[in-house]
């Protein structure tokens, strides 16, 4: 297969493979650790094909690449081409989300690798169908599309939450089900009402439709409104946050850290503020303010939980929190910031969800009052849990910082210096609490439980996937530049609409699978 | 009369001849042979029914029989959908009914008559054939759903449905004889020729209403749906599979008729009404599908809310409307036999799970029979890349182009509710066994050929109207085509379908 053949396929093929590895899973029997290395082998298979997308992105071109455009599910009675298209391709925006996800899938399968013991061939298969999901969620151009992965993504990880959860799954994935499946059915009404108005699923038309004005603005603001619900229910936005403890708690690791977040902020900013510009501009202020509010009482709940996975699940509200201020600024610093820490935050909580998994494995409890001291028997465990927790609190150096700081600076000099000011004094708790947690797990003095259970530091496959997140984090802190301009030249947003809209007819969408970028490489 | 009008119904002469012949096959066995094989008969008779409802694209569409009966894409489209509903309980019947004092004969013999009356109708056009074609299907059904005979609710199921059924089919009766009195004629063409410029109009109405009382009842929607749990729970999990989708494949098809193609200048009448049974329907069915503790009662209250799903299309205009309801029935008949199917192989002919607590543990108990009960589950929910979700799609952007964006709501907003009751089956399936309850202490069934086949026919037939429906919503738009509704003014948007400049 030639190069071109190849940019031209390759995310066809990403959304495949952990597909045709997932069946091959639940074709073959649940022996040993077999479907375990397959999937193992499916994931880095799956995310060496992700890399082949940074290596061959053209950085600086507007519009999608590797795009892929066909006629799907024909709606129009006469044939004329309407109706679904496989309509895939990538920008900046989604770029190092496709990878972060190819790159979560193995540490996904090693954290699993002792951790689950019954059914492996169940848990496997619906894993790399979760992969699909989501790498499908992250490259959709077509609204329908789009919503199909949107929604398949939620039922691999709500059958993994109920057959393995901790406690009570069955009542944990029952919540995150219905708390995301019910904001979805406005969400698709509006979709089936914009289709109704225009015809179209396709994005980029869309875009052009919804900016030409040919949609009442009552209507768009509804449509935007039920986009905006859907995304922020996903996130999870502040007040609507009612599942996240509880999914975080049951949810084995592997799920949990693929799932958090990502879904919901990368909908926001390419669905809600890329699709409907004027009315985000509206709903914004409220959002900033919710953002402002979620980081701090994220940060406050964090401080008194007894359960490091509670605390995890609110210290992430708060992280999404300043990622959502990023994408409501509406200015262009904002929103790098906020893509830029979308991507270290799914490193830092990867790394962070197999550090837990690997205390929680080992000691069978996640209540913080029972550690303590256990640094002295797990030396590596505590040092690369120092790390995280340091990249999670945004020292500089490391890759939490970078995002922080662009969105925090961009929303005290173009926002509004009053909310900057507050999410940052906030953002000084979520120092609090994290190092709290490191200083009462593994220093201090030795736990009754630490002292009489003899446990095993870091095994070879846990390091092997630590390491290399550990030294993620320092690179992308270190030189975050390689990372940001390709999320910086990317196309079709919000504040960049105005000027861009000249440019959207000539790469519109009715064309049938040609793509620009393998054009370019030839 | 002539030769070619016998062609003109095929299908249900192969399915009549069948069913003789499974008769006579069972009258001539000696007693204590396997009747297991009959139903062997059946499945190939069936599958030539199916064929010969294929062959029948090629007749040009028309009518026979003095005009009583009609061969178009849509006659086809829903033979086709029967003779697989048919054909997949006569599989599950193969290797679950048990062998001994259960008529094996005469319980083949009646799924061929009913496929028989449930064909008929949907290619009937004349209102009185309609009628005997209504019987036939119903006389068979009542029987089948009695067949457990030893427990104290088949014959409960068989009478509830017997009386309930005769007197719905009473108000269809006495519809059909307003109909006639206000326009001298039964034959639907005609019917719907004279109806415009008649002075009659408030017999005609009540006429509709009469009708549509004895079609909502056939179709279990509500409020004409309290019968559907009990006869459910009563009847055995087969013939439920078969209940639940095939005659209501058959009287969504009648309902269809009747609306677009005899009375599309009622729709003023028929329109709002529609709307507030599919609403009701929803609402009613999800709400007390939520409360419900017996599985195959959930499942009842679950395909009254589709019901209301596939009126939801009836807001729709014309051919987009009628390709959608079609489209829905074919969605929903593949994931409800499918679920009955697997219903029917883990709990038994005898429902030794009744409850939904009793299916805790499937997954872990049989990996394949929990994996696929999950599946059926969220193709019911409307998870995309399922037949379900693609139905609901279409029936819904058929209500929101026919302007009805408020029941596209209700109806959105109800299968979030119902995602609740379905999950909670499938999470009970997929949680660790429950190891205190004596119900589940036996070992589940192998799956056999004929199950087995049926399994992967549903389950096949589910992904492929969710992934790639390009063919079957063809044949939904082709059959939509067909009927002779007249041309109504859809609102064409005036936004250009080229791409903007």
């Known amino acids: 297969m030639s190069m071109n053949d190849l940019n031209e396929s390759i995310l066809t093929l990403i959304l495949l493979v952990p597909l045709a590895g997932a069946i091959l899973i639940a074709i073959l029997p649940d022996r040993g650790k077999l479907s375990a290395s397959i999937a193992l082998l499916t994931a880095l298979v799956t995310f060496g094909l992700t890399l082949h997308l940074p290596a061959h992105f053209l950085v600086g071109q507007p519009g999608y690449q590797f795009e892929i455009n066909k006629p799907w599910i024909d709606l129009s009675p006469n044939g004329a081409h309407i109706g679904i298209f496989y309509h895939v391709g990538i ?33 496997y298969s619906l894993f790399m169908v979760q992969q699909t999901a989501m790498v499908g ?29 901790r406690k009570d ?22 979709i089936l009402y914009l289709y109704r108005e225009t015809h179209t699923f396709n994005f980029e038309q869309l875009q052009y439709n919804v900016a030409t004005g040919v949609i009442p603005a009552t209507a768009l603001f509804w449509c935007s409104l039920a986009f905006l619900f859907a995304f922020a229910v996903k996130v999870p936005v502040f007040p609507l946050h009612g599942w996240l403890a509880e999914t975080f708690s049951e949810a084995p690791v592997a799920l949990a850290m693929v799932v958090a977040g990502k ?71 904002g929103r790098d910031g906020a893509v830029f820490l979308m991507v270290s935050q799914g490193v830092i909580e990867g790394a962070l969800f197999v550090l837990l998994g690997v205390l929680e494995t080992r000691y069978e409890t996640s209540q913080i009052a029972s550690y303590g001291g256990v640094a002295a028997r797990l030396p590596r465990t505590a040092t690369f849990f120092v790390i995280t927790s340091l990249a999670m609190v945004g020292l500089p150096v490391l890759n939490g910082f970078v995002g922080e700081f662009l969105v925090l600076s961009s929303t005290f000099t173009s926002v509004s210096r009053g909310w900057a000011i507050a999410a940052t004094v906030t953002i000084i708790l979520g120092a609090c609490y994290m190092l709290w947690l490191v200083q009462r797990i593994f220093y201090g003095p030795k736990s009754d439980m630490a002292a009489s259970q003899l446990v095993d530091d870091l095994r070879f496959h846990e390091i092997a996937v630590l390491a290399p997140l550990a030294v993620l984090m320092l690179v992308m802190g270190v030189a975050p530049t390689y990372w940001l301009r390709a999320i910086e030249k990317s196309s079709s947003t919000a ?17 049938i699978s040609a793509s620009t970028a393998s054009e370019a490489h030839r | 009369m002539n030769a070619s009008d016998s062609l003109r119904i095929l299908p249900e002469i192969i399915l009549t001849v069948t069913g003789v012949l499974v008769m006579l096959i069972d009258a001539s066995l000696p007693t204590g042979w396997s009747r297991r094989n009959l139903g ?16 029948q694209l090629g007749l040009p569409t028309g009518t026979g029989f003095f005009r009583t009966v009609e061969t178009s894409p849509f006659t086809v489209f829903f033979h086709v959908l029967i003779c697989a509903i048919v054909l997949v309980a006569i599989l599950i019947s193969m290797d679950t009914l048990p062998e001994n004092g259960h008529h094996q004969g005469e319980y083949y013999a009646l799924l061929a008559f009913g496929a028989v009356g449930m064909c008929l109708l949907t290619s009937a056009v004349e209102l009185l054939v309609v009628f005997i074609a209504l019987e036939i299907s119903s006389i068979s059904t009542y029987i089948l759903a009695g067949y457990r005979k030893h427990t104290g609710q088949g014959p409960e199921a068989a009478i509830k449905y017997f009386l309930l059924g005769s007197f719905a089919t009473g108000f ?14 039964t034959q639907i063409y005609e019917v719907a020729a004279r109806v415009p410029d008649n002075p009659n109009h408030t017999m005609l109405v009540a006429a509709l209403a009469l009708m549509m009382v004895g079609m909502l009842f056939k179709v279990s929607a509500a409020p004409f749906h309290v019968w559907t749990p009990d006869v459910y729970e009563g009847a055995p999990s087969p013939v439920v599979a078969l209940l639940s989708t095939a005659p209501k494949a058959a009287v969504f098809a009648l309902l269809l008729r009747v609306a677009y193609e005899m009375l599309p200048t009622l729709r003023s009448v028929w329109g709002p009404l529609l709307w507030g049974v599919a609403a009701l329907s929803m609402t009613v069915g999800n ?12 499942l009842a209250y679950s395909s009254i809310a589709h019901a209301g799903y596939l009126l939801a299309a009836f807001a729709g205009f014309g051919p987009s409307g009628i390709a959608a309801a079609s489209f829905y029935m074919a969605a929903y008949a593949a994931m409800n036999v499918g679920i009955f199917t697997v219903v029917t192989l883990a709990s038994g002919y005898d429902d030794r799970l009744p409850l939904i607590r009793d299916y805790r543990g499937l997954i872990y108990r049989s990996p394949l029979l929990g994996s696929l009960l999950i599946f059926f589950l969220i193709s019911l929910v409307g998870i995309p890349f399922t037949g379900g979700f693609f139905g609901k799609f279409y029936s819904f952007s058929a209500a929101v182009d026919g302007g009805a964006v408020t029941l596209a709501i209700i109806g959105l907003l109800n299968s979030g509710v119902a995602s609740a009751y379905y999950l909670r089956l499938a999470f009970a399936a997929a949680q660790r066994p429950d190891e205190s309850n004596v119900r589940t202490a036996f070992a589940l069934p192998q799956v056999g050929i004929a199950v087995g086949a049926a399994l992967l026919f549903t389950v096949g037939a589910t992904l492929w109207l969710g992934i790639v429906p390009g063919r079957a919503l063809r044949a939904a738009e082709t059959a939509a085509h067909t009927l002779r509704v007249p041309p109504s003014a859809p609102a064409t948007p005036e936004i250009s379908l080229q791409p903007h400049p």
């Open chain 1, 91 to 123: 920008d900046g925006l989604s770029l190092w989300l496709v990878v972060l996800t190819g790159l979560l899938a193995p540490v996904g399968v090693l954290a699993s690798w002792n951790a689950i013991k019954e059914r492996k061939k169940v848990f």
């Open chain 1, 263 to 333: 879904l919901g902020l990368y909908s926001m900013l390419r669905f809600h503020v890329g699709l409907f510009p004027v009315q985000s501009r509206a709903l914004a202020p409220v959002m900033i303010a919710l953002a402002v509010i979620g980081i701090l009482y994220g940060a406050c709940l964090a401080l008194v939980q007894r359960d490091f996975w509670r605390l995890i699940a609110f210290a992430t509200l708060g992280h999404f929190g300043v990622t959502t201020l990023g994408i409501y600024g509406l200015n262009l610093i």
């Open chain 1, 137 to 165: 969620v992250f490259v959709s151009l077509d609204l329908m599309v789009y919503y199909g992965f949107w929604e398949l993504s939620l039922v691999p990880m709500a059958i993994i939450i109920a057959m393995y959860g």
């Open chain 2, 40 to 55: 062997v008969v059946a499945a190939i008779g069936t599958g030539f029914a199916y064929a010969s409802s294929i062959w």
């Open chain 1, 495 to 511: 504040g960049l609409l105005q000027q861009r809209r000249s440019a959207t007819p000539a790469q519109n969408s009715n064309r």
């Open chain 2, 287 to 298: 709400l007390a599908a939520l409360r419900q503790e017996n599985v195959k009662r959930m």
């Open chain 1, 169 to 190: 799954g069955a009542h944990a994935a029952g919540r995150f089900f219905l708390f995301t499946f019910i904001p979805s059915a406005p969400l698709l009404v509006a």
């Open chain 2, 172 to 185: 269809l009766l006495y519809g059909i004889a307003l109909i006639f009195g206000a326009t001298g004629t």
